[in-house]
Antibody, heavy 120, light 110 residues
Framework: EVQLLESGGGLVQPGGSLRLSCEASGFSFSMYGMSWVRQAQGKGLEWVSAITGSSSSTHYADSVKGRFTITRDNSKNMLYLQMNSLRVEDSALYYC?????????????WGQGTPVTVSS | SVLTQPPSVSATPGQRVIISCSGSSSNIGSGAVNWYQQLPGMAPKLLIYSNNQRPAGVPERFSASKSGTSASLAISGLQSEDEADYYCATWDDSLNGRGLFGGGTKLTVL
């Protein structure tokens, strides 16, 4: 059974940093790309970042480029999102998702999300 | 949003409803479209992939198509449990590649 478990969310002041983690199980983690998707309270889905299975390629939304960094550790089945220079508008529920076919945004499994609140 | 969806649609049980998604040549026009269903308080679920394919377990009532730079999701035999937010999604080849979600459509079953 595929499982994705996010952690690391919390309350942080504007300008601060957080590192989100996503523990994956139930599939060959290194074979699949992964994405982070966020959803502000009462708003729609926003794709944040994606990484290929081998980490050879990473992609970012314009809204987070230069501030967020996606990485993965295939030896630990872990996906990460390092978030720096956080802004109030980064407040959202952050989901990690498995990408069945990288480059198509076909996210076939999702975690339950970890909440991030950026506020002073 | 770069992908445009109607904010809301509504219909009565048993009816057929269509949700549209409009994009451009660099996204829908050049790649596959996926659809996601998000029930209240839940994580999104992949409903349709590769323009018109249903993952295992998704009822045949859900179908989708793509033509040019637009796509649509059709739900027939509407049921109360279909009340949810629906999002189209695709990859955009511009700007070093990026994922795109439509703004979402709230389906209300009257």
């Amino acid at each position: 059974e595929v499982q994705l478990l996010e952690s690391g969310g919390g309350l942080v002041q504007p300008g601060g940093s957080l590192r989100l983690s996503c523990e994956a199980s139930g599939f060959s983690f290194s074979m699949y790309g992964m994405s982070w998707v966020r959803q502000a309270q009462g708003k729609g889905l926003e794709w944040v970042s994606a990484i290929t299975g081998s980490s050879s390629s990473t992609h970012y939304a314009d809204s987070v480029k230069g501030r967020f960094t996606i990485t993965r550790d295939n030896s630990k089945n872990m996906l990460y999102l390092q978030m720096n220079s956080l802004r109030v508008e980064d407040s959202a529920l952050y989901y990690c998702a498995k990408d069945e076919w990288f480059g198509e945004l076909s996210l076939d499994f999702w975690g339950q999300g970890t909440p991030v609140t950026v506020s002073s | 949003s770069v992908l445009t969806q109607p904010p809301s649609v509504s219909a009565t049980p048993g009816q057929r409803v269509i949700i549209s998604c409009s994009g451009s040549s660099s996204n829908i026009g050049s790649g596959a479209v996926n659809w996601y269903q998000q029930l209240p308080g839940m994580a999104p679920k992949l409903l349709i992939y590769s323009n018109n394919q249903r993952p295992a377990g998704v009822p045949e009532r859900f179908s989708a198509s793509k033509s040019g730079t637009s796509a649509s999701l059709a739900i027939s035999g509407l049921q109360s449990e279909d009340e949810a937010d629906y999002y189209c999604a695709t990859w955009d080849d511009s700007l070093n590649g990026r994922g795109l979600f439509g703004g979402g459509t709230k389906l209300t079953v009257l």
